[in-house]
Antibody
Framework: EVQLVESGGGLVKPGGSLRLSCAAS????????MTWVRQAPGKGLEWVSS????????YYADSVKGRFTISRDNAKNSLYLQMDNLRAEDTAVYYCAKVSAQKYFQHWGQGILVTVSA | QSGLTQPPSVSGTPGQRVTIPCTGT?????????VHWYQQHPGTAPKLVIF???IRPSGVPDRFSGSRSGTSASLAITGLQPEDEADYYCQSYDTSLSGVVFGGGTKLTVL
């Protein structure tokens, strides 16, 4: 059974940093692209960033480019999102998800809340 | 401004058929990229209900179906049931954004 478990969320001040982790199990992690999607309170889904299986290619939404960095450790079956220079508008539940070859997300984590507030 | 447009809400009564439209542009659906659909109940993670335009994942009832033509796509739910009340999102790839794009979401209310 595929499992994705996010951790590392919490309350941070504007301008601060936070690192999210996503622990994967139940599939060959090193063979799949992975992604982060977020959802602000009461709002819709927003794609944040994706990373190919070997980390060769990284993609970011314009809203986070230059501030967020996606990475992975295939030996640890883990995906990360380093979030720097956080803003109030980054407040959201962050989900990690496994990416199919056709770029859909069949498996999602339970989500982790990030709150950016003074 | 999302590259995929959905109505904020639709509603139907139990047993009825409803459709949720998703309008794209020439840089996503019109460029030939597939559309995928997710269902999300409050407080839970999204669940994939249709992928690659019209394919149901294992375990999704055959009451759910999808279609795509040109720059438009739609999700249809027949025999509406109370548990279908949820938010629904379409998703594709957008060349102008160089990334994944979601529709704004549609809240389905079962009256």
């Amino acid at each position: 059974e595929v499992q994705l478990v996010e951790s590392g969320g919490g309350l941070v001040k504007p301008g601060g940093s936070l690192r999210l982790s996503c622990a994967a199990s139940g599939f060959t992690f090193s063979s799949y692209s992975m992604t982060w999607v977020r959802q602000a309170p009461g709002k819709g889904l927003e794609w944040v960033s994706s990373l190919t299986a070997s980390s060769s290619y990284k993609y970011y939404a314009d809203s986070v480019k230059g501030r967020f960095t996606i990475s992975r450790d295939n030996a640890k079956n883990s995906l990360y999102l380093q979030m720097d220079n956080l803003r109030a508008e980054d407040t959201a539940v962050y989900y990690c998800a496994k990416v199919s070859a056709q770029k859909y997300f069949q498996h999602w984590g339970q989500g982790i809340l990030v709150t950016v507030s003074a | 401004q999302s590259g995929l447009t959905q109505p904020p809400s639709v509603s139907g009564t139990p047993g009825q058929r409803v459709t949720i439209p998703c309008t794209g542009t020439t840089s996503n659906l019109g460029a030939g990229f597939d559309v995928h659909w997710y269902q999300q109940h409050p407080g839970t993670a999204p669940k994939l209900v249709i992928f690659s335009n019209n394919i149901r994942p294992s375990g999704v009832p055959d009451r759910f179906s999808g279609s795509r033509s040109g720059t438009s796509a739609s999700l249809a739910i027949t025999g509406l049931q109370p548990e279908d009340e949820a938010d629904y999102y379409c998703q594709s790839y957008d060349t102008s954004l160089s990334g994944v794009v979601f529709g704004g979401g549609t809240k389905l209310t079962v009256l």
